[in-house]
T-cell receptor, first 116, second 115 residues
Framework: AQKVTQAQTEISVVEKEDVTLDCVYE???????LFWYKQPPSGELVFLIR??????QNEISGRYSWNFQKSTSSFNFTITASQVVDSAVYFC?????????????FGGGTRVLVKP | EAGVAQSPRYKIIEKRQSVAFWCNPI?????LYWYQQILGQGPKLLIQ????????DSQLPKDRFSAERLKGVDSTLKIQPAKLEDSAVYLC?????????????FGPGTRLTVL
């Protein structure tokens, strides 16, 4: 069975600091997809990024970057130069390929508090 | 493009009462999902529809929860009778199809409080 673990329950930073969120996953599939979602206080889950298991290239998109390492089953997410608007709960999620379709398994979430 | 719409946003009921939630997915999205998110946890899938057929309802408590997606567009999720432990946010999501490559987009959720 697939599982996603976010060990950090809450992170507090001061504005402009970088913040890195850890995500470790378990799956038996060789084809799978990893996601990060943001949940601001309004409650809506906002899609941020998606990565497939065949592409370990790390990328940067604006102030977001991610580090995917298959060898350690980790998919970490970094916010550079954090802003108050980044305060939210961030969820890592996994979907397996094949017959499982795109069923998402979420981690428990990491609450990020950015102080001015 | 309009996102996933849900109503109501908030609902307070007493235990043993019934409640229904409504979801309208993104136009053209064939797949619709209902998730339950208990405070402090990640969302958990309750049921997944492909058009108007059920793909996965393995985690739906069928003795009290029911869902339908008539005509393959809007969906309703019902709880009857509600229990205290049903207090949660109920999130609806949709995706183009059910392929692994299809990203799920979420609505604002309905926060249910059962007293």
């Amino acid at each position: 069975a697939q599982k996603v673990t976010q060990a950090q329950t809450e992170i507090s930073v001061v504005e402009k600091e970088d913040v890195t969120l850890d995500c470790v996953y378990e799956t038996r599939d060789t084809t799978y997809y990893l996601f990060w979602y943001k949940q601001p206080p309004s409650g809506e889950l906002v899609f941020l990024i998606r990565r497939n298991s065949f592409d370990e290239q790390n990328e940067i998109s604006g102030r977001y970057s991610w580090n995917f390492q298959k060898s350690t089953s980790s998919f970490n997410f970094t916010i550079t130069a954090s802003q108050v608007v980044d305060s939210a709960v961030y969820f890592c999620a996994l979907s397996e390929g094949g017959a499982a379709g795109n069923k998402l398994t979420f981690g428990g979430g990491t609450r990020v508090l950015v102080k001015p | 493009e309009a996102g996933v719409a849900q109503s109501p946003r908030y609902k307070i009921i007493e235990k043993r009462q019934s409640v229904a939630f409504w979801c309208n997915p993104i136009s053209g999205h064939a797949t619709l999902y209902w998730y339950q998110q208990i405070l402090g946890q990640g969302p958990k899938l309750l049921i997944q529809f492909q058009n108007n057929g059920v793909v996965d309802d393995s985690q739906l408590p069928k003795d009290r929860f029911s869902a339908e997606r008539l005509k393959g567009v809007d969906s309703t999720l019902k709880i009857q009778p509600a229990k205290l432990e049903d207090s949660a946010v109920y999130l609806c999501a949709s995706s183009l199809f059910s392929r692994s490559t299809d990203t799920q987009y979420f609505g604002p959720g309905t926060r249910l409080t059962v007293l």
